[in-house]
């Protein structure tokens, strides 16, 4: 029974913790105004305060505390960005329901065993670890057809492909994906590598 929770743990915690950046990140409203001044968006609108007054409502409308702005985004726009949000709200829940089993299955866990708490930590962390690595080197060289099929697979109309004038693409041009897409890994990678020098280091003082 409990090292069937270490294996249950094991497979949790990698959609934590690409799920949890990936809600820290998409909700970040300081990180799209970098990005921005990076990538030349507020140089493409010529207007500091209208990107950032279309980005904040559109984190808002994602969060389900405004409608979007009909002004600034295209009718085509809004209907993307409706399904953007469907998938965002379904993504958030099931990082929430996940998050939680995990917990319970960690405080059950370390009553149990530190030891075996700790390794589900360590293969845990090492396979997310390996698996974003070896994502990252792929999309390096495939990422359009990679933004391609992704976009087949979870959208089931075209309301997906914008012309070049349509505001949601000066807003979001292909470079702010790879950037995004860029960052994300960083972080996964990031906390993946905490997590396995903590666990790595626990289960070392456990073993003297």
Known sequence: MVKMIKY????????????GNFNYLIFNSNYYQ???????????????????????????YFRGKNKLDYNFYSEQAQLHLKDVRELITLAN????LTFI???????????????????ALFF???FTLLAILALSLGLLSFFDPFFLKFHQ?????????????DNLIKLFPPTFF??????????IIFTSLIILSVSTIFLKKAKR
């Open 124 to 126: 845990s962390s090492t």
């Open 93 to 96: 829940n099931f990082f929430v």
């Open 34 to 60: 970098k990005l921005y001044s990076k990538i030349g968006v507020y140089e493409t609108f010529g207007n500091k305060e209208v990107v950032n007054e279309a980005t904040n409502n559109l984190l808002g």
């Open 153 to 165: 697979v979870l959208f089931d109309n075209q309301a997906w492909l914008f012309p070049a004038e």
């Open 178 to 187: 790879v950037a995004f897409a860029n960052r994300l890994a960083q972080n």
């Open 8 to 19: 249950f743990l094991i497979i949790l915690i990698p959609p934590i913790i690409i799920l």
């Open 101 to 119: 089993v995990a917990l319970v299955s960690s405080v059950v866990l370390l009553a149990k065993s530190h030891r075996l708490f700790l390794k």
